[in-house]
């Protein structure tokens, strides 16, 4: 992506380890299974599926997926991540997919 462009949307569909999303249906699956994502979910992966790779901060994800302008309250970021990883993480206390970078957020390695 050029520098100063703006991101595209996410991919209609969105394949990493054994998780399949599809944004334009909202569906997911685990292992051909279908897990249940709020539209949050959806966002917040959206989010990191067009940062792949890189450190997105909770103040980032606060004004992307929450558009907060205010002070942000982190918790909050840090409760929707942990819930999105117990769903789509084998092992969410040990992310693969979803990495704590400590001190400055969060990068997706899907």
């Not at 792949?52 to 992307?64: P, S, Y």
């Not at 970021?77 to 957020?105: C, F, Q, W, Y």
């Given at each position: ?7 595209a949307a996410p991919p209609e569909t969105y394949r990493f ?9 909202h569906e997911a699956r685990k292992d051909g299974e279908a ?76």
């Amino acid at each position: 992506r050029a520098k100063g462009a703006a991101a595209a949307a996410p991919p209609e569909t969105y394949r990493f380890g054994d998780v399949c999303i599809d944004f334009k249906r909202h569906e997911a699956r685990k292992d051909g299974e279908a897990i249940e994502l709020s539209p949050r979910e959806f966002q917040l992966l959206g989010y990191f599926i067009q940062h792949r790779g890189e450190i997105v901060t909770r103040e980032k994800l606060l004004d992307a997926v929450w558009d907060y302008n205010a002070i942000p309250f982190t918790r909050t970021v840090d409760m929707h991540i942990a819930k999105l990883r117990k769903k789509i993480e084998d092992n969410p206390s040990d992310p693969k997919h979803i990495v704590t970078v400590h001190r400055l957020g969060y990068k997706f390695t899907g």
